[in-house]
């Protein structure tokens, strides 16, 4: 499995982005997929996941209310919707993804097994 992000870039405060992660010929909704990110200074956190098979979403705090994960009808692609950006909202974001029941939180990092490259997102005037 190879997941691909796209979409990110410059944009200004107060504005959106939407982020794409595909997985040429794999079903997506067939695992769980999460979203990361790396801001500068900090660990890589979790920002939001949407689970399989149940499609259930989880958000990080800063995230919830803001941004806003969804799946494809046709289940190839992740989308995480980013609204009312903000400067400390700039890092390169991730996705991420796993197959199968787990106990575990879904922002440890150790449950996933297949990662993207990241996408940056810079959110400056």
């Known amino acids: 499995l190879q997941l691909v992000e796209s979409g990110g870039g410059l944009v200004q405060p107060g504005e959106s982005r939407r982020l794409s992660c595909g997985a040429s010929g794999f079903i997506l909704s067939y695992f769980t997929v999460g979203w990361f990110r790396k801001v500068p200074g900090t660990e890589r956190e979790g920002v939001s996941c949407?689970?399989?098979?149940?499609?259930?979403?989880h958000y990080a705090d800063f995230a919830r209310g803001r941004f806003t994960i969804s799946r494809d009808n046709a289940n190839t692609t992740v989308t995480l919707q980013l609204n009312k950006l903000r400067p400390e909202d700039t890092g390169i974001y991730y996705c991420?993804?796993?197959?199968?029941?787990?106990?575990?939180?879904?922002?440890?990092?150790?449950?996933?097994?297949?990662w993207g490259q990241g996408t940056p997102v810079t959110i400056s005037s």
């Open positions: 991420a993804a796993f197959r199968g029941p787990s106990d575990r939180h879904w922002t440890d990092l150790d449950l996933y097994t297949w």
């Open positions: 949407i689970s399989s098979p149940n499609g259930r979403t």
